[in-house]
C-alpha cells in the first residue's frame, strides 16, 4: 500500500472511531438535558457498548501498521501540514491507547464508580477518612497509569498529558508560582480596601424565561449560530460537539440571580464558538479537533470574563438588560451594576469564585496533586495541607472538609492533572486577548457598538481555524510571538480591580 | 456447541444489534424534535453507519448457524415457551435479510430518495404525470422485492407480511369487503341526516401552553407514565421507544384547534402505554416486542377513539377542561361539545378523516395498490380508479390529484403493504374493547370517576405482556374467543354515530 492510500485508509478509521464517539456525545446530551429518570440504566449500557466499539476500532494493531506507513513517508515532511498534524495526533493517541493494559483501564473504571459513590457520601457528612482509602487507591492506579504512558521527569507530565497535550509540570509550576505571588498581594489588597458592591442589585428576582431570551441574545451577539446550536437547561452547563454543524451549549436558571446563568450562558457560548469555527472539512480527524482543555478554556473565559465582564460590553447590554428586566433594574446606576457583577471575595468553594481569586483555587490543588503524586504528601494529610494553603493564599480557613479538599469530584473520578487546565485557560487567554488588543486597538468601542465580529473573527482565523495544528505552547507563541506568561494575566486583572476597588 | 449455549449467544447477539437500534432511535427522536437546522447532512451520516452495523451484524451467517443448532432442539417443544417465540421471529427476521439482494436493497433506498423529492414537487403541483415514472419503478422494485421473500398465493402477502407478520390478503379482502359496505351506509345515512355539530367551539383560542397541560394530565390520566416518558412537539407526532423504560411521545399544538394535539396525545400515549408495559426482561428480543403495527394501531385507536372520545371519558374531563379553558368553554353545553369533538363528515385527507370515514380511505388504498401490484391497473389509471373509489365510498370527488392519489408519502417510500395495518388496527381495537367491556361490564362508570386502571391493566395483561408470543390473528382468538371479524367495529361506530346523528 502507498503511504498516501494509507493515509486515506487511516483517515476514513478514524472518522468511523468518531462518528462513533459523536452518536455517543448525542445520547449523553440527551441524557443531561432531556432522559426521563427511568432510562439510566439501559443508557449506561449503550454508552459502554458504543466506548467498547470505538475503542476497540481505535487500537486495532492495522492503525499501527497504517501509521508506519505514513510515517516515514513525504506526507509528514512538512511537520504543520494537515497530513503531519493528523499522524502526529492518531499516532499519539494510539500509543496511548496501546500503552496502557486492558486490567489497568478496567481497574480504574471499576475504582471510579465505587469512590464517586463514596465521596458523595464522605462529601456529605464531610468525613474525609471516608474517602481516604479510595483516594489512596486512585493515587496508586494513576501513578500505575503514569508509569505505563511513560515520562521523562515527573510522573505528573504523564497524566498532565491527557488533557493539555505536551504540556509539562516544569513550565506549569513556573508560571503559577509567578503568578501566585501576584495574585496573593491583589486579593490581599482588595479585602484590605473595604469596598464592597451592593449584591442585591444581582440578587433578586429575575423572571427565568426572560433570562433565557437575554442570555441568548447575548451568546448570538457574540457570534454563537443558533442555526447550527441550541441552548437548553442541564444540571451541570456543558458544551456539545455533536457534528460538524451542530454544537449544542446549557446553563441553568437561578430566579434569585440574575449573574449565574447568564455568565454561565457566555461561557459555553465562548467554548462552542471555538467548536463551531474549527475547520469543518477536517471534521473527525485531529486537524479538525480543538488543541486542548486549556486552550478550550481560555476561550471561554475570555468571553465570559474579558469581555462578558467588561465594562463596554456592558456599555451596550445594560440598556437592553434595564428594558428585559425593568422593575429589577430601572432604578439601578451603571456603575453600581458592573461593580455587582465583578465582586472580587474569597470564598471556599471553586465554581463560585470570581476571575481573580479563581486561580488561588487551581493553584493550590495543582500543588497538592503534585505533592501527593510524588509521594512527599501523604493522602492522609491533604486536608491539612489544604486549609494551610487556603489561608495563605487567600487569607481563610475552610469551616469543614466538604468545604474544602472534598468539593471537587475530579479526584474521585481518578482524574488527576486536569486541574491546571482550568488556570493555563485563564493565562492563554489573558494573553491571546492582549495580544488581540494590540491588533485591533478599538475593540472596546465595537464592544461598546455592540459588535464582537472583529474578535470573533480574529480568534477563528488565529486559532480556530487551526485545529490541533500546533500544541497549546507553540500556539501561545505562533499567536502572540511570546511563550506563555503570567504576566498579561497579571496586567489584565491588576489593571480592572485595581481601578474597581481604588487601589 | 449445546442448543442452549447457541441460543443464549443467539439472544446476546439479538439485543446487540436491538441496542444498536436503539442508539439510531435516540439519534432520530433527536432529529426531528431537537436538532438544530445545521445537524441535517451529519445525521444522515450517523444514521447511515449504525443502520450498516446493525444490518451486518443480523445478518452475520453465524446468526443462521446458531439458529439451525437450536430449531431441533427441545427449546422449541412448546411453540409458545419464550425460546420457541424468539427462535421463529428470529429466524423470520434472518430469513428475511439474507434473502434479498444487497443491490435490490440499495436500489430501493436510492429510488426512495429520489422519488421522494419528487413527490413533493408532483404533490406541490398537483401533477401525478411528475410522479408517474417514479411510481412505475418503485411498484416495479417492489414486486421484485415481493419475489425474493416469496410467498404463497399473491406478491401482496410478502409485502404486507413487513408490516403486519402472518396476516394475509386473503383475510384483509375479506374482513375489509364486508366492513365496506356497513361503513358506505352508514356514511351515507349520517350525511342524509343533514345534522352538524357547531365546530367553532373546538375552533377558537385555545393557550398552547395550557393545551400541554391538560393533554399531559390526560396522557397521565389514562396510565402513560412519564417517569419512564416525555412529551415533545415535533411536526409529525410519533412515539419512540428508546429503553425498557424510556418511551417519548411527541405533538402539535394548532393554537385555534382544541383537538388536533389532544387526540393526537391520547393517540401516541396509546401507542406508548404499550410499549411501556412490553415485558422488560425480555427487552431486545422478540418475546419482549410488538406484535405487529395493526396490533400497534389498536392500542392507540382504542385510547384515542374509544376511550377519548367518549362520553364516560368527558364526562370527567369536560368539566376539567372548562377550568383549564374558562374562556373558551364555560358557556359551552357537554351534549355541544361531545358532538363537535365526533364530527363526521367525508373529506379527502386521511390523516384529517374521522373514525367512521378513516376506514374507507385505507380500504380504498388497499384496493389500488393490489391491483397495481397485481398488474391489474395500470399506474397511469390511480388517479381515475381513485377518485372513482372516492365518489363511490365517500360521495364526493377529490378537486386535483394533490387531495387525491398524492396526499400520501408511502408510495413514493416504496412502501406498499402498510395501508392495511391502519384499518387492521380499528378492527383489531374494536374486537378488543368489546371483549373488554364483557369482561368488565361497568367500565363507562370507570372512565366517568377518571379510572382507566382496569382497563389498561386487562390490556397489559392480555396483550402487552405477551409481546410477540401470537401473531396478531391468533392474539386475536386467543384474547376474545373469536376470528378477526369486522363486526365489533360496525356495532361500536352504528351504536356511537346512530345515536349522535339520530339514526
Redesign the interface.
Known amino acids: 500500500m502507498s503511504a498516501n492510500d494509507a493515509y486515506a485508509e487511516l483517515i476514513k478509521r478514524t472518522r468511523?472511531v468518531n462518528?462513533?464517539a459523536?452518536?455517543a456525545a448525542?445520547?449523553h446530551w440527551?441524557q443531561e438535558t432531556?432522559?426521563?429518570?427511568?432510562?439510566g440504566?439501559?443508557?449506561g449500557?449503550?454508552m459502554a457498548?458504543?466506548s467498547g466499539l470505538a475503542h476497540k476500532k481505535s487500537t486495532d494493531p492495522e492503525i499501527g501498521e497504517l501509521l508506519s506507513q505514513t510515517e516515514n513517508s513525504d506526507l509528514v515532511k512538512d511537520e504543520f501540514s494537515d497530513e503531519a498534524v493528523n499522524i502526529r495526533e492518531i499516532r499519539r493517541d494510539y500509543d496511548k491507547s496501546v500503552k496502557v493494559p486492558q486490567k489497568l483501564v478496567e481497574e480504574i473504571a471499576r475504582t471510579r464508580t465505587i469512590s464517586q459513590q463514596v465521596w458523595v457520601e464522605a462529601r456529605q457528612k464531610s468525613d474525609f477518612s471516608l474517602f481516604l482509602p479510595n483516594l489512596e487507591k486512585i493515587i496508586k492506579l494513576d501513578r500505575e497509569l503514569a508509569d505505563h504512558l511513560g515520562y521523562e521527569k515527573e510522573a505528573y507530565d504523564a497524566l498532565l498529558d491527557n488533557y493539555e497535550p505536551g504540556m509539562t509540570c516544569e513550565l506549569v509550576s513556573k508560571t503559577f508560582a509567578d503568578l501566585r505571588d501576584e495574585l496573593v498581594k491583589l486579593v490581599a489588597a482588595i479585602t484590605a480596601s473595604g469596598k464592597k458592591p451592593n449584591m442585591a442589585i444581582v440578587e433578586q428576582d429575575f423572571d427565568v424565561h426572560r433570562q433565557k431570551i437575554f442570555g441568548q441574545e447575548a451568546a448570538a451577539a457574540i457570534g454563537y449560530?443558533?442555526?447550527?446550536?441550541?441552548l437548553?437547561i442541564s444540571t451541570h452547563p456543558f458544551t456539545a460537539g455533536?457534528?460538524?454543524?451542530?454544537t449544542?451549549i446549557t446553563t441553568r436558571y437561578n430566579p434569585k440571580h440574575l449573574g449565574q446563568a447568564f455568565f454561565g450562558t457566555m461561557h459555553e457560548g465562548g467554548h462552542a464558538i471555538y467548536d463551531q469555527n474549527l475547520d469543518s472539512k477536517h471534521?473527525g480527524t485531529p486537524r479538525g479537533e480543538f488543541v486542548s482543555l486549556g486552550i478550550h478554556e481560555s476561550q471561554s473565559l475570555m468571553w465570559e470574563n474579558m469581555v462578558g465582564r467588561s465594562r463596554p460590553f456592558w456599555r451596550h447590554f445594560f440598556p437592553r438588560a434595564r428594558q428585559v428586566f425593568p422593575e429589577a433594574l430601572a432604578g439601578v446606576a451603571f456603575d453600581d451594576f458592573f461593580f455587582a457583577i465583578n465582586n472580587v471575595r474569597p470564598s471556599f468553594i471553586r465554581v463560585e469564585a470570581d476571575e481573580v481569586t479563581y486561580n488561588l483555587h487551581i493553584m493550590l490543588r495543582f500543588e497538592i496533586e503534585l505533592a501527593f503524586l510524588r509521594g512527599e504528601l501523604a493522602p492522609k494529610d491533604i486536608p491539612g495541607a489544604w486549609n494551610d494553603k487556603f489561608k495563605d493564599y487567600l487569607g481563610i480557613t475552610p469551616p469543614d472538609d466538604a468545604q474544602g479538599c472534598l468539593q471537587d469530584m475530579h479526584w474521585s473520578s481518578a482524574v488527576i492533572g486536569y486541574f491546571p487546565t482550568y488556570a493555563l485557560g485563564n493565562l492563554y487567554g489573558a494573553q491571546f486577548f492582549a495580544k488581540a488588543r494590540e491588533d485591533m486597538p478599538d475593540l472596546d468601542e465595537q464592544f461598546a457598538a455592540g459588535d464582537f465580529s472583529e474578535l470573533k473573527n480574529w480568534l477563528v482565523k488565529n486559532i480556530h481555524l487551526h485545529g490541533k495544528r500546533y500544541r497549546a505552547e507553540k500556539l501561545v507563541e505562533v499567536v502572540t510571538g511570546r511563550r506563555l506568561s503570567h504576566q498579561p494575566a497579571v496586567n489584565y486583572l491588576k489593571t480592572k480591580y485595581g481601578e474597581l476597588y481604588g487601589l
Open positions: 468511523e462518528l462513533i459523536r452518536c448525542v445520547l440527551d432531556n432522559m426521563p429518570k427511568g432510562g440504566q439501559y443508557r449500557e449503550q457498548y458504543l449560530n443558533f442555526h447550527d446550536g441550541r437548553d455533536l457534528g460538524p454543524h451542530d449544542r471534521f
